[in-house]
């Protein structure tokens, strides 16, 4: 099971390091905020508000973070480190 659910943030991570995502990353963030309860809009907000910094060292952190996470599931290693990291950038990202 840690093995398929590390090739499933494989995956997500291969998507991440497509240059349209990393140039676009910022409109993807955007495009979320589209019929959202208020809550979800705010935190997707906060999220924009701070990747307004600088959207390319964002977008390349997440590719690294996400591929990192694949890479400890599929190979089982840092467990403990690789699942706390996996559900803080999922929950960031969510």
């Given at each position: 099971?840690?093995?398929i659910l590390g090739?499933d943030?494989?995956?997500d991570?291969?998507f ?5 995502f990393?140039?676009n990353f910022?409109?993807?963030l955007n ?9 979800v809009a ?8 701070i990747?307004?910094v600088n959207?390319y060292i ?19 290693v840092?467990?403990?480190l690789t699942?706390?990291?996996g ?6 990202m969510a």
């Amino acid at each position: 099971m840690r093995i398929i659910l590390g090739l499933d943030w494989f995956g997500d991570a291969w998507f991440k390091w497509q240059p349209d995502f990393i140039h676009n990353f910022e409109t993807y963030l955007n495009g979320s905020l589209d019929d959202q309860p208020d809550w979800v809009a705010s935190w997707i907000k906060f999220w924009v508000d701070i990747v307004n910094v600088n959207p390319y060292i964002f977008a390349y952190f997440i590719a690294i973070g996400e591929t990192a996470v694949a890479l400890g599931l599929i190979l089982g290693v840092f467990s403990n480190l690789t699942n706390i990291f996996g559900f803080l950038l999922a929950f960031s990202m969510a």
